[in-house]
């Protein structure tokens, strides 16, 4: 009754203004006595379970004997970091008019150096395909949808069509997966840990919401590694013992307007969401080269419209004894995950962080920036 009393009284005050305070106080005191109540307990766990000091979190671990590092970074050689997109349709599908120029104007705008397509066929029609458009590297793939019982449950994205050879094998859409990671199934170089499409599909109606009351909180929801594609990912690592490669989708299409205006331009998406990969400072960029990064795990998820994350990396001594992160020069809060748990976080990260003697397992990292998503690891296994 203490707290209804002040709510009709407040309906109908003309003025409000007193009954307003009072029906404030009143939520406020209950607010701090229930957040108090929480809060000791909450306080309690974090010093006595996992070891927190006045919430700093305290990552130094025992040195264990015999550990090994699967680090998608040597670090005795040198990389480059090269930016590039994953599953991009074209003209070539049924639901895209958009043209390799195109593409590659948008492409070499945002830095864009490789882009992969995934379009809805079974193999190349006739046609000239060249393997590169304004010196953007052009790759021919295909996206192959899974449907049980006649349902969609992810894709299969294959390259390359151009030389009739499956070099490079990702599952694309894992958010609509339906079947276990424990089930067997054909081993993949990769999965699309992010994709525009499918968190705009899953957040639509917030989204929609959202565009009329917190615009700017649109692109969050959009540019993020949902928690159950994390979860997903951590178990297939589990199942396989080995860090699963990642990248990011931006399932570019082109296809949406009015009045002749895109909605959806290829420059946009590009903007929002890309894959980096580190290849060898000495090699080539071309096919093989990128397969190879891909492969090897050696990626990272960029939400670029957020800033230039150049200058990012990840990786781990072979004897296990550290593993290092490298910040850009624009740094964010840091979290560090095991087995994708929490284990470490930074509100104001300095350019290096180091975790010595790391414990085994799934170790990776994300980077935010004003609050928002700005960077996602692969994974570092420490066994």
Known sequence: MFVITPLILLVRDPNRRKLKNVFLRVVLGIG?????????????????????KYGQLNIENAARSNKQAVSVRPEQKEFIDVRGEIHVHSFLSWDS????????????KNGIRWIILTDHIGQLPPGNYPDEVDNVLFIYGQERCHKIDGVDCGSDLRASLKDGERHLNLYGHIEKFRRSPNQQWERCDGIELVSLHGNGRTYLGKLLAKLFWA???VYPDLTVATRENLTYWQKLAELEQRPIPIFAAPD????M?????????????????????????????NQASIFRAIKLGRTYIAFDYLGDTTGFQFWAAENANCIRVELPRLTGKLKIFRDNTLIAEYQSAPSSVSVPMPLPGFWRVEVERDGKPWIVSGQILVK
């Open 32 to 52: 701090k006595t229930v957040g108090w109540l929480m809060a000791v307990p909450v306080f309690l766990f974090l010093v006595i379970v996992t070891g927190t």
């Open 252 to 255: 570019a299409h082109q296809n």
């Open 257 to 285: 307007g009015i009045l002749g205006v895109h909605l959806d331009p290829y420059g946009f998406i590009f903007k929002m969401i890309s894959t980096h990969i580190w290849i060898e400072k000495n090699e080539d960029l």
């Open 215 to 217: 615009p700017e909180e």
């Open 97 to 108: 008019k958009g043209t390799f120029e195109e593409i590659a104007q948008a492409a070499k």
